[in-house]
């Protein structure tokens, strides 16, 4: 019996200017470029093993085996690994997520970033940083920015290997926080996996395209020079734009619920009065409500006071995807 075991930790991480729709869907080719930092308090920490008895692979999330659809994503990537190393050995994966899933908060992120890591180092492959985020990239897209450190970029690209994320400063270098202000712990209806092959059914995505590298230039500029006030209000407008596509997409996704508008409002009242804060939301109806760590208490105790909000989740600016103890 052999046994071949790596585990990995990776963080989550919030889109400043959004990745919606691919060029490819089954290489994850994303349409545009898209710009995020990592989420150091939530994570997902996954152990792999490779064991020449097991018949097929096993995947446990939470303690709890996981079949149907999840385990068949698992299986699909570890095909992936498999081929890449040319091994034909069946693996066990432990996951474990400290924060729900399906609610806006991208698990599967750190989920896929988490799992590249474990699975391809149990099974051997010595890859690059940059190969990982393209690993991690064809378990879910977003992945691919979970691997490097802080703030990241990743490049569309046009092929497999040139699809890649990068780090374009460090966790250390600004202290933003995101206070996750989670309005339903229900798992989304329609997830982005789905989502991304509806983008091309709305009339806006077009524009919205078109428009990015703008958005880009401008956020990753505000990030260099620390400029909350520039990276604010391209990342309300980046958010405002991704949701006009999924609301005027066949059929019609709508994320939002009341408690989100109402926060989103309330954001923007706050930084009319000085406060650097603004919002952005993924596929779901959470608010991801971004400031500095010096404000980050007063804005905490802002939402607390609303109603309609379940849970306040607080993280800063996280490290990228490690390798830990078994
Ligand atoms: O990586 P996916 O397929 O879960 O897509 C992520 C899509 C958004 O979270 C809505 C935007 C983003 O860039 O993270």
Same mark, same amino acid.
């Given at each position: @019996?052999?046994? *071949? +075991? %790596? +585990?990995?930790?990776?963080? $989550?991480?919030?889109?400043?200017?959004?990745?919606?729709? /691919?060029?490819?869907?089954?290489?994850?080719?994303?349409?545009?470029?898209?710009?995020?930092?990592?989420?150091?308090?939530?994570?997902?920490?996954?152990?792999?093993?490779?064991?020449?008895?097991?018949?097929?692979?096993?995947? *446990?999330?939470?303690?709890?085996?996981?079949?149907?659809?999840?385990? =068949? #994503?698992?299986?699909?990537?570890?095909?992936?690994? #498999?081929?890449?190393?040319?091994?034909?050995?069946?693996? &066990?994966?432990?996951?474990?997520?400290?924060?729900?899933?399906?609610?806006?908060?991208?698990? =599967?992120?750190?989920?896929?970033?988490?799992? =590249?890591?474990?699975?391809?180092?149990?099974?051997?492959? /010595?890859?690059?940083?940059?190969?990982?985020?393209?690993?991690? #990239?064809?378990?879910?897209?977003?992945? =691919?920015?979970?691997?490097?450190?802080? *703030?990241?970029?990743?490049?569309?690209?046009?092929?497999?290997?040139? %699809?890649?994320?990068?780090?374009?400063?460090?966790?250390?270098?600004?202290?933003?926080?995101?206070?996750?202000?989670?309005?339903?712990? !229900?798992?989304?209806?329609?997830?982005? +996996?789905?989502?991304?092959?509806?983008?091309?059914?709305?009339?806006? &995505?077009?524009?919205?395209?078109?428009?990015?590298?703008?958005?880009?230039?401008?956020? #990753?500029?505000?990030?260099?020079?620390?400029? *909350?006030?520039?990276?604010?209000? @391209?990342?309300?407008?980046?958010?405002?734009?991704?949701?006009?596509? @999924?609301?005027?997409?066949? $059929?019609?996704?709508?994320?939002?619920?009341?408690?989100?508008? %109402?926060?989103?409002?309330?954001?923007?009242?706050?930084?009319?009065?000085?406060? $650097?804060?603004?919002?952005?939301?993924?596929?779901?109806?959470?608010?991801?409500?971004?400031?500095?760590?010096?404000?980050? !208490?007063?804005? /905490?105790?802002?939402?607390?006071?609303?109603?309609?909000?379940?849970?306040?989740?607080?993280?800063?600016?996280?490290?990228? +995807?490690?390798?830990?103890? /078994?």
């Amino acid at each position: @019996m052999k046994i *071949f +075991t %790596s +585990t990995a930790i990776a963080h $989550p991480n919030i889109a400043l200017i959004k990745y919606w729709g /691919n060029k490819n869907q089954i290489l994850r080719i994303p349409v545009n470029g898209s710009i995020s930092f990592n989420l150091d308090r939530l994570f997902t920490k996954t152990q792999v093993s490779f064991d020449s008895e097991l018949t097929a692979d096993i995947l *446990f999330i939470n303690g709890i085996e996981t079949t149907g659809s999840g385990l =068949s #994503r698992v299986v699909s990537f570890l095909n992936i690994v #498999r081929e890449i190393a040319g091994k034909q050995i069946f693996a &066990q994966v432990n996951s474990e997520n400290n924060f729900p899933v399906g609610t806006g908060i991208a698990s =599967s992120a750190s989920a896929f970033a988490a799992l =590249s890591l474990a699975a391809s180092n149990a099974i051997g492959l /010595n890859i690059s940083e940059k190969e990982l985020t393209c690993l991690a #990239r064809r378990g879910s897209g977003s992945a =691919s920015r979970s691997i490097p450190d802080g *703030f990241v970029e990743w490049f569309p690209g046009e092929t497999d290997s040139d %699809s890649f994320a990068v780090s374009i400063a460090p966790s250390t270098y600004w202290d933003l926080v995101d206070l996750v202000a989670v309005v339903s712990h !229900e798992h989304k209806k329609v997830g982005s +996996t789905a989502g991304h092959e509806l983008a091309n059914t709305s009339p806006l &995505q077009s524009a919205r395209v078109e428009d990015a590298n703008r958005r880009l230039d401008i956020v #990753r500029k505000a990030i260099i020079n620390r400029d *909350f006030q520039a990276m604010a209000e @391209m990342v309300e407008l980046d958010s405002n734009m991704m949701h006009a596509v @999924m609301m005027t997409s066949s $059929p019609a996704l709508m994320y939002w619920e009341n408690t989100s508008i %109402s926060i989103m409002k309330n954001v923007q009242k706050w930084r009319a009065s000085g406060i $650097p804060v603004c919002y952005t939301m993924d596929a779901g109806p959470n608010v991801h409500v971004i400031t500095t760590k010096e404000y980050s !208490e007063n804005i /905490n105790q802002r939402l607390a006071s609303m109603s309609g909000i379940k849970q306040i989740f607080t993280a800063a600016v996280g490290g990228k +995807t490690r390798l830990v103890e /078994n």
